[in-house]
């Protein structure tokens, strides 16, 4: 699944390819996606002005409103020549002036498309975006902010920062390893977590998004390419995925369990279940 780092990639590799050119046509090859594209007659003729990101959705801002794209469980976006053949999952084609071509491939069709007319501050106030909580690199983002949506919870901290009502583009593999980094037990319920380990918490969430994020500009390249597949970029990684390994800190056995049914790893000597209850 793309996920926060990808996206983020594929808006920095989409937006110096497209920005400040006019949308000529679009070419909806199959409209049955999580939800039917309709996209308006007055879509195309509009400049793309240019694009942003909130939590996994692309903003494509265009000169009367902008278009909502979300990558879904297996979607991605190339920027290609008009020529190049289209391959069996392109669903739907931009035809962008210049001869450029912007192409949403999703095997899975979990993806999803949506025009919102208006001032493109209008897009904030999109149901699919209505009910999402701060970006992790928002000033917002910290431990004073996690600390008090979590008081008197008894979710699992790691649930609690999946929840994309708390903070978005936290998913599984980040979650696992900013806990390991922050010496927080992913199991520990969300309102024992103290101040300070929410301090360290935010830090370590922009840390490894950062560093994905950071490693994503090596890829941009694959935009442009028709074989290219961003897929996962290839961190280091801690815990994810690493169950029964041994710790790269300590040396102890890490440890499997499932928590809201995501695989979760963590290693029993650097992350206490107390690390941060003594603050
Ligand atoms: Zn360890």
Request: charged share 25%; aromatic share 8%.
């Amino acid at each position: 699944m793309p996920e926060l780092p990808e996206v983020e990639t594929t808006r920095k590799g989409v937006a110096s390819l497209l920005t400040s050119r006019r949308l000529e046509a679009v070419d909806v090859r199959e409209s049955r996606l999580r939800w039917p594209v309709t996209l308006p007659a007055e879509l195309p003729g509009q400049v793309l002005l240019g694009l942003d990101r909130r939590a996994k959705y692309l903003l494509f801002r265009f000169q009367r409103g902008t278009l909502i794209l979300h990558l879904g469980m297996s979607g991605s976006l190339r920027v290609l020549p008009a020529e190049a053949p289209y391959l069996k999952h392109d669903h739907v084609i931009f035809h962008f002036e210049g001869g450029r071509t912007l192409r949403f491939h999703d095997p899975r069709r979990f993806g999803s498309l949506h025009w919102q007319a208006g001032e493109p501050v209008a897009a904030g106030e999109h149901w699919l975006l209505a009910h999402l909580g701060p970006e992790p690199f928002d000033p917002a983002f910290d431990g004073r902010y996690l600390k008090s949506r979590a008081r008197g919870r008894r979710v699992a901290v790691k649930n609690f920062l999946m929840d994309s009502r708390i903070v978005v583009g936290v998913g599984n593999i980040y979650a696992n390893e900013a806990l390991f980094l922050a010496g927080v037990r992913p199991s520990l319920p969300a309102g024992r977590v103290s101040r300070a380990g929410y301090d360290v918490l935010a830090g370590k969430i922009r840390e490894v998004l950062g560093a994905a994020i950071d490693m994503g500009g090596t890829t941009l390249r694959d935009f442009v390419n028709q074989d290219g597949n961003p897929g996962y970029f290839k961190q280091v990684l801690n815990v994810y995925d690493r169950a029964g390994q041994a710790c790269r800190v300590c040396g102890e056995t890490l440890k499997g369990l499932r928590l809201g049914g995501r695989a979760t790893v963590f290693c029993p000597k650097c992350q206490k279940a107390q690390g941060f209850r003594r603050a």
